[in-house]
């Protein structure tokens, strides 16, 4: 199905795995801001993270498109994984706007703890031009531990930023690994699909392999 798209949603992230707090993060979102559409962008190389220590980035693609396979409005795409070297949110946004056309709005969306580092981000100050972004809390975030730099650029783009609490963040990518390599269930924490995808292909066996470890970023 195809929508003329005049907001876009850009779910940005790791997606090591991809589970229903994404999901949920998504969809709310959506419904909030009243998109059109939500593209989900598993990075490729994140800037900040060990190559070793995440999973190859096809296994993390494959994973969201079965995620968001029954959801209309969900898409998956591949920029940041086909484009070589490390992700840059300002190269995302260059191949996006080069796909949907100079006209759509678009909402990039993440993890508020992966926004809280925005301020250092490749052009950052020219990323706050080109989209309004989201930052999903979890339960009990609060910002009143950032730094004076952060809080100064945050008060400075104001009309830039939004925070959406989604109480579905209590789920994680960390603890899911966790389980995996604990041998406890996944059930209800992430799509079906998606458990079959990783016992088939045995992802996240072992500790420090196909993820950080625990305390790592994710
Ligand atoms: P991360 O450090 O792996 O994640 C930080 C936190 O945010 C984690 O708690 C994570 O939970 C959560 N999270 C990540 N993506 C989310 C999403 N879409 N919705 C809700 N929660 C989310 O962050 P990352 O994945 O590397 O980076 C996030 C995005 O920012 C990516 O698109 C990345 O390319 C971009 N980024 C750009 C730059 C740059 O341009 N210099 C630098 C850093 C990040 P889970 O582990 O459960 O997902």
């Known amino acids: 199905m195809s929508f003329e798209v005049r907001k876009l949603g850009i779910m940005g992230g790791t997606f090591d795995p991809i589970h229903y707090g994404h999901l949920v993060t998504a969809e709310a979102v959506r419904t909030e801001f009243d998109l059109d559409q939500v ?4 990075s490729g190389l994140p ?14 693609y494959l994973m969201a498109v079965l ?32 796909e949907y056309g100079p006209e759509v709005e678009f ?6 703890d992966a926004l809280a580092e925005i301020f250092s981000w490749k052009n950052a100050e020219e990323l706050v031009r080109e989209c309004t972004f989201v930052g999903a809390t979890r339960p009990g975030f609060t910002l009143e531990h950032l730094s004076p730099e952060v809080e ?14 989604v109480p579905a963040l209590a789920i994680s990518s960390t603890d899911l690994r966790r389980r995996i390599r604990e041998g ?19 992802l996240y066996r072992k500790t420090g392999e196909n993820g950080p470890e625990e305390g790592g970023t994710a």
């Not at 800037?47 to 993390?60: L, V």
């Not at 100064?152 to 609490?165: D, L, M, Q, T």
Request: aromatic share 14%; proline share 9%; no cysteine.
């Open 152 to 165: 100064e650029f945050y008060h400075r783009n104001a009309a830039s930023f939004r925070f959406i609490e």
């Open 39 to 42: 593209v989900f962008v598993p």
């Open 107 to 112: 909402y990039f969306i993440t993890g508020a």
């Open 184 to 202: 406890r269930s996944l059930r209800y924490l992430t799509p079906e699909e998606v458990v079959f995808y990783i016992k088939k292909n045995g």
């Open 47 to 60: 800037p900040h993270k060990d190559p070793a220590t995440i999973t190859p980035p096809q296994h993390r």
């Open 67 to 98: 995620a968001t396979l029954t959801n209309p409005h969900f898409e998956v795409s591949r920029v940041d994984i086909d484009r070589p070297g490390v992700t840059y949110t300002v190269d995302t946004l260059a191949d996006l706007r080069r």
